[in-house]
């Protein structure tokens, strides 16, 4: 049914929607992008799943946005970009909306989209070990898209702190910026995982989604002319010469022009 994705159920109304695409560290391609939207509507309707986790299969939880297809859109019409951009946005606001609890099993890197899928999460617990950045200044881009999940998550004060530098940072600190919940080792990460899950299949579910929608109502606004702000600045980015640049040296295995010869 799906190329770059993975659900499996348990039988307890545990569905586990899986990033699988570890050949590319699961960075999201437009298949995958589409994928998970189509996952998370059917995840939604289904009324024999009570909770979902989103995990990631190979030695990455995600990459980011797929770099070839970041560089498609330099060259398609600017309604095409639009679009692209769109699909990204759509797909994080049908994981954000999900009237179920979405709990994220992070491991490995997890960079640029997956700093975004991990804002979506109800609770995102990481692996000790594991590195998180928002990568995008870093290629000519901006944390577009993800970006209202990503305040909504860490808040505006701990946002100013990565948002725009591009720099790396453990999963500690990752807890203290809010991103995460908790870390766990290696060999208990299933352990937590299950310690979060196993609480919602005594509630009531219909409850434990009229909870969720209230909290997101209280919470700060994602709403369309938010979602069409980002779908808007992401375009224009993809439409300039920096993100040109800075795609460009990603593939040509070279320093983009602005970059300090001397940093990593």
């Known amino acids: 049914m799906y190329e770059t994705i993975t659900v499996e159920h348990d039988g307890r109304g545990v569905a586990t929607l899986w990033l699988d695409r570890a050949e590319k560290h699961n960075a999201m391609s437009a298949r995958m992008i589409a994928e998970l939207h189509e ?14 986790i989103l995990a990631a299969r190979g030695k990455t939880f995600c990459a980011g946005g797929d770099l070839g297809w970041m560089r498609e859109q330099f060259e398609a019409a600017p309604v095409a970009r639009s679009r692209e951009a769109a699909k990204l946005a759509y797909m994080l606001q049908a994981l954000n909306t999900l009237p179920k609890p979405l709990i994220g099993r992070l491991h490995g890197n997890t960079f640029g989209g997956g700093v975004g899928l991990a804002s979506v999460c109800d ?29 909504a998550r860490m808040g505006e004060a701990n946002a100013r702190r990565v948002f725009m ?85 990603f593939f040509d295995k070279r320093k983009p022009q602005w970059a300090d010869p001397d940093q990593t």
């Open 123 to 151: 609770v995102a617990i990481g692996v000790q070990g594991m590195h998180m950045a928002l990568t995008e200044t870093r290629l000519g881009l901006i944390p577009a898209t993800i970006g209202p999940y990503v305040a």
């Open 165 to 249: 530098s591009g720099r790396r940072f453990g999963a500690d600190e990752a807890v203290r910026l809010g991103l995460l919940a908790q870390t766990a080792p290696e060999t208990d990460l299933d352990a937590a995982i299950e310690a979060e899950v196993a609480p919602y299949l005594s509630c009531a579910p219909e409850a434990v989604g009229r909870a969720k929608a209230l909290l997101r109502a209280l919470g700060p606004r994602i709403d369309e002319p938010i979602i069409a702000h980002t779908m808007d600045e992401l375009a224009r980015c993809w439409a300039g010469e920096e993100a040109q640049e800075g795609i460009g040296a």
């Open 39 to 52: 996952a998370a509507d059917a995840l939604g309707r289904d009324a024999e799943v009570r909770v979902i």
